[in-house]
């Protein structure tokens, strides 16, 4: 496919950038290749074999391998991120090597778009959104989620200790979550309320 | 005049003078103040009127169990009703009024209500529903909202920002007095996760009102240094300033944090003003405190009779006398600390009087000169707008037995203290009557919390210390920390004497005794209840309203139940409390709402093409979460004149609409196509690769559930389409019974809803349009015939086409990836432009499916109509089962007579049926008048050159040609009865 796409978070890029600072940054991240891996019990570890990538089977974790990541979303489902140009033949491969079995790989790379939330603040821009426990005892790099953030269905990824957060989105929903983001970080620039040190 | 403030001492600054303005008067205060302590200072003793009969009414506690001093606080559209000046931080500039005054707080005219307060007794407003007929609405309600009530809500939107945080803790620790401060450090000593949320700005501040030391050190010194100590734990959060309002099970509590209330208004800006925390914690320890009672006698609610913890804390907090001579009237130790402060702090103490006839060891007062009358009681406060005599008698009716007239300006009281047990009456944790205490305590246990110090009945700060700093170590313990801290130690000493409570034999000296100073609820008036029958005190609570109200009653509670049961001759005990709802202290809508307002109202969900719509200027519709153009109008066009045109276009020519938001499901798996035979009412397993099929889908009931057209894209692999708005509970219903009833099948769905945008190209000329784009595309209807689809290039992009029609014209659906879903729109508009093409809208989408005698999900259908009601009958499969097909076969479902799908021609071709109008025979007949069904759609057809519309009428296909009524406003609309496929029946411009 020629590579016309277009997001819906085109219109933002400026907002999004402006409303980064020192403790939280917000960014668009590039488009990736996003296959949608389900497979039953006996295809889980073929699977592994043709993607050459063993698929986490503990939830809510990330297997990484360098330009590649397997997110755990469920017992017998995964989200594979991967060079968009590496969509095709990954699928075919799957296909080829989970013939007659029970599994679905379809390609949904246009299905979500990522945001990346980075900085010393990131923790407390998701906390205002999100009920999960993000702390770093709770929840480290290579762990994911699929949680709500502002009422908005996403999943959480984080990549290192920065913290770096990935949040993937439903394209409908990624102009209202920028927004609301971009809201969220507005505090963060502003001098501290007298007598408050909390 | 009466209050003053001291030459020294209390925490305020009093190099920071702060000026404030209320009732229209100006004030200053200090740095450190609230409003109450800085209107105590400034001499200001009558600060409210009552909500019923308007009495003058002053400070009466200095936290948040204040009945009186409720504020209208601010101006404008910053302005808020209720907030209870014992807890307004005093900021420069400070402006309030009092709530229930007319025109002004010293000439109140309602107070005229105490001229006609026979009649306004408990449970009057009640009597009022009595008759005459139609006084309610004319006569009594106007004239008691206007006379009762409270603060004014404002009218302007509120320009503060609110947001929500969320947090979790090992450890969650309500309240920053001796008992929280000693769990918090206990817990945080060995690394757990803790949240301290403390109601006011300090914390510890009440230990400046005790002289007692802890670790060796003054107490205040010591909260400080915890207070430190946590502050440099990064594993801690205090929250000063948050009040925990409400407490839920799994330890999920929800507190609201003032974070700039205590700043001039606008001093932070961008800043939220209050700030909802969700907090999850996974032992919670409750150190809430306790609440003083009143003591109930004639005249008990004057300005200048204040709770004597209250009257210690103006002193030692605030540097602030409450009154120049002093009567302290306990039945509790506590308040012996009071008269020997108020001593020390100049005020001439007149007596302290004590039901009790064993008063505790008086030293320290004889030292001061202060007189104790033991087993005595205050049996009236007199005075002219506020205290200036007590009576005080015998209670044996001993000595002369006439009653003493003392002069004062101060009368504090204390009847014992009620446990902060409002939160864990709300996790519904059982109550339990202590006699020795005379108040509820918590009893039994509830998962995870633990209740500490006061809360608990514990009133000594040495037992407040020791309970509190054993929770902590006890919840650490529990979520896996060690126990590092020790214990603290403390010179206090626990009270000699139980209090005493004088329920059963109320002092008799006249007027009225209030057991509810809100709601303005007397002693008569519970008696009046109890004759009446109401002793229950659910009921009793119900029919004086004693415990509504701001305050929910944390002054009156305990001695409503002590009255009642007095009036019984029961115990407290066997009477039993009400329990507690969330939340503790009313909670701005503001805070609930958080950052949820204006633009970020609710979630909005747009397609990729939304920004062209934008530039269109289209009106937009809600449909679910998702923003759907509605329709474009043109410069000048209204909704009928837009629609019109663009049905037009449709059925003449070719118009062009966004479907992206169609809910898309990839099933695939090797019995995906037995799977989708048990969902569908029609068979699917018989449909080709390459071939579309419209399905319809019924719950367990036979009732219709959802629709949409399936393509076979390979043996195994299906892509079914929803409505917009039944995506999701389509995919959910697929996965649970893959998943709970039919695990057996091998069977995967994948959501591709947003994998794909979807133009729809329609109209007798779209052949032409899409021709344009897919030159290598064979269009005709041999090679591509309706109901089929091809994957290609379409403008330049992978796309998939499918000839699915819901106007009934010829038309393409045009499938691209998401991200090129504006190139595609683009391309589409570009391409159309010399065949005139026409972006349409949902309104159109809706005129022309109708035309067609198509039903929508959610318009047609209320979960009430099977797919036999509207006229699928053919659809129906016989040879296979599937979801509903048994409840098909019910009496009530094979009725011939249920309302059936059909369509309504008003014999006024000009005139609109209202949707949802109900439809009758016999517009004439008596009432009730029998309904025979209901209009659906509605709307004015183009092609047809006239108003029609879609309804559900009783047996209606049997009935069509005959007439129904339907009321519209004022007049009745009279309509034939027609076959829903007005347009085109036969189908031949959809084949096309």
Redesign the interface.
């Known amino acids: 496919m020629a590579d016309r796409g277009t997001t819906i978070l085109d219109p933002l890029a400026a907002a999004i950038a402006a409303a980064s600072c020192e403790e939280a940054r917000l960014s668009r991240l590039p488009l990736v290749g996003q296959v949608t891996l389900r497979a039953g019990r006996d295809a889980v570890s073929l699977a592994g074999v043709a993607l050459d990538l063993a698929l986490p089977t503990e939830p809510n974790r990330v297997a990484s391998d360098g330009g590649r990541a397997a997110v755990w979303l469920g017992p017998d489902e995964w989200l594979i991120l991967l060079p968009r140009g590496d969509v095709a033949s990954t699928v075919a491969r799957l296909e080829m090597a989970l013939d007659g079995g029970h599994f679905a790989a379809v390609d949904t790379s246009a299905a979500r778009l990522g945001l990346a939330l980075s900085g010393p603040a990131a923790r407390q821009v998701l906390a205002k959104g999100c009920g999960l426990d993000l702390h770093p005892r709770a929840f480290a790099p290579g762990d994911c989620a699929q949680t709500a953030l502002a009422r908005v269905p996403v999943l959480l990824v984080q990549r290192d200790e920065a913290p770096t957060f990935w949040v993937f989105v439903r394209p409908s929903y990624a102009v209202f979550l920028a927004r609301w983001l971009i809201d969220a970080i507005a505090e963060l620039r502003l001098a501290p309320i007298p007598g408050l040190d909390t | 005049m009466s209050g003053y403030r001291l030459p020294a001492g209390g925490r305020v600054d009093r190099d920071r003078p702060l000026a404030f303005t209320f009732d229209g008067r100006r004030f200053t205060g200090f740095q450190g103040d609230t409003l109450a302590s800085a209107l105590i200072a400034s001499g200001e003793r009558l600060v409210a009127r009552s909500f019923k009969y308007h009495r003058p009414r002053g400070v009466y506690s200095a936290g948040a169990e204040e009945p009186n001093a409720l504020v209208q606080l601010g101006a404008g559209a910053r302005s808020e009703p209720n907030l209870r000046a014992t807890q307004i931080e005093l900021h420069d500039g400070l402006v309030a009024a009092a709530v229930n005054a007319w025109p002004g707080l010293r000439f109140d005219l309602g107070a005229a209500n105490q001229l006609v307060a026979p009649l306004l007794a408990a449970g009057f407003y009640y009597k009022t529903f009595l008759g005459p007929r139609g006084w309610w609405r004319r006569f009594y309600e106007p004239a008691i909202r206007r006379m009762a009530g409270m603060g004014r809500a404002p009218t302007l939107p509120d320009p503060d920002l609110y947001?929500?945080?969320?947090?979790?803790a090992d450890v969650l620790v309500v309240g920053g007095g001796p008992a929280g401060l000693a769990a918090a450090r206990a817990a945080a000593s060995g690394g757990a996760?803790v949240v301290l949320a403390e109601d006011g700005?300090l914390l510890g501040a009440g230990l400046v009102d005790d002289d007692a030391t802890v670790d060796g050190v003054p107490g205040i010194a010591w909260a400080d240094e915890v207070a430190a100590d946590l502050?440099g734990r990064d594993t801690v959060?205090?929250?000063?300033?948050t009040t925990v309002a409400g407490l839920y099970d799994h330890g999920y509590a929800v507190a609201v944090?003032r974070?700039?209330d205590?700043?001039p208004p606008g001093?932070?800006?961008?800043?939220?003003r209050q700030r909802l925390w969700?907090i999850?914690a996974r032992r919670t320890v409750l150190a809430a405190g306790a609440h003083e009672r009143p003591l109930v006698f004639p005249g008990n609610d004057r300005p200048g009779v204040m709770l004597a913890g209250a009257v210690r804390t103006y002193l030692r907090r605030y540097g602030v006398a409450c009154g120049r001579r002093a009567v302290v009237f306990t039945g509790d130790d506590a308040a012996y600390a009071t008269a020997a402060a108020l001593a020390d702090a100049g005020v001439a103490v007149a007596a302290v009087v004590d039901p009790r006839r064993d008063a505790p060891d008086a030293a320290a007062l004889a030292a001061r000169g202060i007189a104790v009358l033991p087993g005595h009681a205050v049996i009236a406060a007199d005075g002219k707008g506020g205290v200036e005599s007590v009576l005080v008698a015998a209670l044996d009716g001993s000595g002369d037995g006439q009653a003493r007239r003392i002069g004062c300006d101060l009368l504090a009281v204390s009847g014992g203290w009620s446990p902060v047990v409002h939160l864990y009456s709300q996790l519904r944790g059982r109550l339990a009557y202590d006699d020795r205490l005379a108040c509820f305590r918590p009893a039994g246990s509830v998962a995870g919390v633990t209740v500490a110090g006061a809360a608990d009945g514990r009133f000594d700060l040495a037992a407040c210390l020791a309970a509190g700093h054993e929770a902590g170590l006890a919840a650490a313990v529990a979520t896996g920390f060690p126990a590092v801290a020790a214990a603290p130690r403390t010179s206090a000493q626990p009270p000699a004497l139980p209090p005493a409570m004088l329920w059963d034999r109320p002092p008799a000296g006249r007027g009225k005794a209030f057991v509810d100073l809100q709601n303005d609820v007397t002693t008569d008036d519970v008696a009046l209840a109890a004759r009446e029958g109401f002793t229950a005190i659910e009921h009793l609570k119900r029919y004086t309203t004693t415990g509504m109200g701001t305050d929910q009653g944390k002054t009156a509670n305990v001695n409503a139940i002590g009255v009642l049961s007095g009036v019984l001759g029961r115990s407290p005990g066997e009477t039993g409390t009400t329990t507690f709802r969330p939340p503790y202290t009313p909670v701005a809508y503001g805070a609930l709402a958080g950052?949820?307002v204006g633009?970020?109202f609710?979630?909005?969900?747009?397609?990729?093409i939304?920004?062209r719509h934008v530039e269109a200027e289209a009106v937009f519709e809600n449909v679910g979460q998702?923003k759907r153009p509605r329709f474009f109008p043109h410069p000048g066009e209204d909704l009928e004149g837009a629609v019109l045109r663009e049905c037009r276009a449709v059925r003449e020519g070719v118009g062009a609409m966004d479907a992206s938001?169609l809910g898309k499901i990839?099933v695939?798996?090797?019995d995906a196509a037995a799977f989708l035979d048990r969902i569908y009412i029609n068979p699917m397993a018989g449909l080709a690769v390459g071939a579309c099929r419209y399905g319809v889908m019924c719950r367990e009931d036979g009732m219709v559930f959802d629709d949409g057209v399936v393509l076979r894209l390979a043996p195994d692999r299906f892509l079914v389409t929803t409505t917009t708005g039944g995506a999701a509970r389509v995919l959910d219903w697929f996965e649970e019974w893959l998943q709970t009833e039919w695990p057996g099948l091998?069977v995967?769905?994948?959501?591709?809803?947003?994998?794909?945008a979807t133009v729809a190209v329609a109209g007798p000329l779209a052949r032409a349009v899409v021709g344009a784009l897919a030159p290598e595309m064979e269009l005709g209807a041999a090679d591509f015939p309706f109901m089929t689809f091809r994957d290609g290039i379409v403008a330049?992009?992978?796309a998939r086409v499918a000839r699915i029609s819901f106007s009934g014209e010829l038309a393409f659906e045009l499938n691209v990836?998401?991200?090129?879903g504006?190139?595609l729109w683009d391309a589409v508009l570009a391409a159309g432009r010399r065949h005139g093409i026409v972006p349409y809208g949902t309104e159109a989408m809706h005129v022309l499916r109708a035309e067609k005698g198509y039903f929508i999900v959610g318009h047609e259908t209320d979960g009430t109509v099977t797919p036999i009601d509207l006229g699928l009958e053919r659809m129906v499969a016989k040879r296979k089962d599937f979801l509903g097909k048994r409840s098909l076969g019910r009496s009530d479902t094979v009725r011939t007579d249920r309302k059936q799908l059909v369509a309504l021609l008003p014999e006024d071709p000009e005139e609109l049926l209202p949707e949802g109008a109900q439809l009758v025979d016999d517009p004439k007949a008596p009432a009730p008048v029998p309904m025979v069904g209901h209009v659906t759609s509605s709307y004015r057809s183009a092609a047809l050159g006239r108003s029609f519309a879609l309804a559900l009428v009783r047996d209606g296909r049997q009935r069509i040609g005959g007439r129904v009524f339907a009321p519209a406003g004022a007049h009745v609309v009279a309509a034939r009865i027609a076959d829903p496929v007005l347009f085109d029946p036969g189908g031949s411009r959809r084949d096309g």
């Open positions: 947001d929500h945080m969320h947090i979790h996760r700005p502050a959060t205090v929250l000063r300033r944090e974070r700039t205590h700043l001093a932070a800006p961008g800043h939220a969700h999850r950052r949820f633009e970020l609710d979630p909005e969900r747009v397609t990729p939304h920004p998702w938001t990839e695939r798996g090797p091998r995967f769905c994948t959501s591709v809803t947003e994998q794909w330049g992009m992978a990836e998401s991200t090129a504006l190139a």
